[in-house]
């Protein structure tokens, strides 16, 4: 087993960008934003980054990311637990082993909890229970994001679908909805707090606008006082900027900076 992934700093409180929130700029562009702003490092997307399968890339990308002083904090895998994936959980993992990676993000069935049958859901049950078997064999952990549109749509469903597949690698990421009310949020995350791993962090309302972080400060502080009041430290990575713009990076970098008390 290759438990040293496990020690990569995932459960210290570090900061990050989701790689996916610059779809349009390269590797190389990425990781010279990212340390250019003091941010400890990066979650890898396999849309466009680092697809799986594209094993030597992953190799090449994770190299680039150690060399610039900077950590894989995940691969943010595009596989969709319980359906027919283009390419197979093996893959994933391979891709995810040659960048580093000690987490692998997926993506939990594609259909909302209150639209899946008990057939579909127990094939996405057993699913998770092979890919997290396959992950902790060489010491790589599997998170599900809270997220709309799947089975982790709401966190008694998600602390349903962990309690059903009952693996001990299998985390939850955590970000706020933004459809529902700041009482909800501190409640999702007070439920799921044990198994909560990495946060994607960004500012937007329920009409789809996308705001600075700054807006939102006063809900993220306690957002990550309750986070962290259970002991373990975590990874919050900038997801999406609140214009689309590189050039904003600095700023909200600075704004979660100074949240995790940076």
């Known amino acids: 087993m290759n438990s040293g992934l496990y020690g990569l700093g995932v459960f210290i409180m570090t900061t990050g960008l989701v790689s996916v929130t610059f779809r349009g700029l390269g590797c190389d562009e990425i990781i010279a934003l990212t340390k250019s702003v003091g941010l400890d490092g990066i979650e890898w997307g396999g849309d466009i980054h680092v697809p799986a399968g594209q094993v030597a890339l992953a190799r090449e990308v994770g190299g680039k990311t150690r060399a610039a002083g900077l950590k894989t904090l995940a691969y943010g895998s595009y596989y969709r637990t319980g359906t027919q994936n283009e390419t197979g959980f093996g893959v994933v993992l391979e891709t995810a082993l040659a960048l580093q990676a000690p987490i692998i993000r997926v993506w939990a069935y594609n259909k909302g909890s209150n639209e899946t049958g008990p ?27 809270c997220h709309n549109n799947t089975l982790t749509d709401d966190f008694t469903s998600a602390q349903r679908l962990m309690d059903a597949v009952g693996s001990d690698n299998l985390f939850m990421y955590w970000q706020p909805n933004q459809l529902r009310d700041f009482d909800y949020n501190l409640r999702s995350i007070e439920a799921l707090l044990p198994r909560v791993t990495n946060v994607h962090v960004f500012e937007w309302d329920g009409n789809g606008g996308h705001h600075p972080l700054e807006r939102g400060r006063q809900r993220w502080e ?41």
């Open 119 to 145: 057939e579909e859901y127990e094939t996405v049950v057993k699913d998770i229970r092979v890919i997290c078997r396959t992950a902790k064999e060489q010491g790589v952990r599997v998170a599900m994001e």
């Open 222 to 262: 306690k957002y990550i006082s309750v986070l962290e009041s259970g002991g373990e430290k975590h990874s919050y990575l900038l997801e999406f900027m609140p214009d689309g713009r590189a050039e904003s990076l600095k700023t909200e970098a600075g704004a979660l900076s100074a949240l995790c008390g940076r």
